[in-house]
């Protein structure tokens, strides 16, 4: 069934919908399943205990393999994550079914855990469900925090009042930069800023009034410092008030 499941989630056969349906307990139980089913042989677990073990490493066991893919070319996005995670699960199936069969090494395993006293074996159990937490939110944060895109730069030109004109510019690069801005009317320079620097998610605002009789418009040209002859955004007012 965990083999049908991964074929059905990497190959996408009949639709959305299986792919969904069989990749939701890939994440969320699978894993985290075999997991128990290779670590815990003894006195059986309760219902309630077993769900909340096989949830809760099923999810840590996700976060892992997703810190694991992030530093592998193929990234974590598409369907290597259900992949990953089907095919940890058919190894820990593998091994608890190679157990059940016994063998040197399976007796020798078995041998070792039933020498600890039953306390020590909830304690492991317990520190290896705390390290794959930790490790979970660890990564959750540093995923939070990682630049995610280049970014980009926001500008705006929008009509105040008669003849008059707000102007802003917001840096949501993940780097500082600074700016010469330059607004023209009728063919003219009307004003000009230079060495504008913004940090990220900063913003700088600017009002400018336009010559009198002006029927061209008003253009607004952004230059980088990094690249001072070429434009790096432009918008234009119509004298209707729209902008362009």
């Known amino acids: 069934l965990v083999l049908l499941a991964v074929i059905v989630s990497v190959t996408g056969i009949g639709g959305p919908l299986p792919r969904l349906l069989a990749g939701v307990p890939l994440v969320l139980v699978v894993p985290g399943h075999a997991l128990v089913a290779l ?7 309760g219902l309630a205990e077993r769900a909340l073990l096989d949830l809760g490493l099923s999810l840590s066991l996700a976060a892992l393999s997703g810190l694991a ?9 598409g369907v290597q994550p259900p992949l990953l995670l089907g095919l940890f699960s058919l190894a820990a199936i593998a091994v608890v079914a190679r157990r059940e069969r016994g063998g040197s090494w399976a007796a020798t395993a078995d041998a070792w855990r039933r020498s600890l006293p039953p306390h ?3 304690v492991r159990l317990a520190g290896a469900a705390a390290a794959l937490l930790v490790a979970a939110v660890a990564f959750s944060a540093w995923s939070a925090a990682e630049d995610h895109g280049p970014g980009f730069t926001q500008v705006w030109l929008v009509p105040r009042t008669a003849g008059r004109l707000d102007l802003g510019l917001r840096n949501d690069q993940p780097r500082a930069d600074t700016y010469r801005l330059r607004l023209t009317a009728g063919g003219g320079t009307v004003r000009e800023w230079s060495a504008v620097r913004l940090q990220p998610g900063q913003r700088w605002f600017a009002t400018a009034a336009l010559p009198a009789g002006t029927a061209a418009g008003a253009e607004l040209a952004v230059y980088r410092a990094e690249q001072p002859r070429r434009v790096y955004r432009s918008l234009r007012l119509a004298p209707e008030g729209g902008a362009g």
């Open 39 to 45: 670590a815990w042989r003894g006195d059986p677990l």
């Open 69 to 77: 893919l992030n530093w592998t070319p193929w990234g974590m996005g």
């Open 120 to 122: 020590r074996i909830h």
